[in-house]
């Protein structure tokens, strides 16, 4: 079935550093893309998403481009803050499969001043 | 309009007891998914209700049961409570193809 692989963390940066994080996926249709943000204690926000390949989704400085190629959904930042310090999660959803969102294990990423 | 809101925030439990989560859903939102986090693990699908219906289903067993009301939200249901059960219950509403928010969640803990 359709799955979600993220690189392990913890991720640890010096604020300003640039920030990746690796996410592939497997599907055999055409999925939907997402990044999520958790926040400590709170529930996921949506940071991000690319509905079809090629798409680049954006926001709050973070981007991510949908590559088919690749299988790929890797998150980047250039420049990180204290504030950015959560878990990230990278998932995919296809409506034509199935009903489910399909998540990674989360990254844990950690900004010091 | 506000967002998802799940009650309680916090719950604690015995091994065999029952429990029930609520959920109720962004307004204009007609299906509600629900989620069950582990610790340190990303969202696990349980199942999805659209119109009052069960519309898809994860791998839990039936003692994982849900309904969703007129009004669109919604109750998880967990009998039987077992102490691989103690995670972080999400619930995620959407409106047709639209992307699905979260909730805050509702933390469980079976001693």
């Known amino acids: 079935g359709d799955s979600v692989t993220q690189m392990e963390g913890p991720v640890t940066l010096s604020e300003e550093a640039f920030l990746t994080i690796n996410c592939t996926y497997t599907a055999t249709g055409y999925p939907s893309l997402f990044w999520y943000v958790q926040y400590p204690g709170e529930g996921l926000q949506l940071l991000l998403k690319a509905t079809k390949a090629d798409d680049k989704g954006s926001n709050k400085g973070f981007e991510a481009t949908y590559r088919k190629e690749t299988t790929s959904f890797h998150l980047e930042k250039g420049s990180v803050q204290v504030s950015d310090s959560a878990v990230y999660f990278c998932?995919?959803?296809?409506?034509?499969?199935?009903?489910?969102?399909?998540f990674g294990a989360g990254t844990r990423l950690t900004v010091k001043p | 309009e506000t967002g998802v809101t799940q009650s309680p925030t916090h719950l604690i439990k015995t091994r065999g007891q029952q429990v029930t989560l609520r959920c109720s859903s962004q307004?204009?939102?007609?299906?509600v998914s629900w989620y069950q986090q582990a610790l340190g693990q990303g969202p696990q699908f349980i199942f999805q209700?659209?119109?009052?219906?069960?519309?898809g289903r994860g791998n839990f067993p039936p003692r994982f049961s849900g309904l969703q009301f007129p009004n669109y939200s919604s109750e998880l249901n967990v009998n039987a409570l077992e102490l691989d059960d103690s995670a972080l219950y999400l619930c995620?509403?959407?409106?047709?193809?639209?992307?699905?928010?979260f909730g805050p969640g509702t933390r469980l803990l079976v001693l």
């Open positions: 998932a995919l959803s296809d409506r034509r499969q199935s009903n489910d969102m399909r």
């Open positions: 209700y659209y119109r009052e219906e069960e519309n």
């Open positions: 995620a509403s959407k409106s047709g193809q639209e992307t699905q928010y």
């Open positions: 307004s204009g939102h007609n299906t």
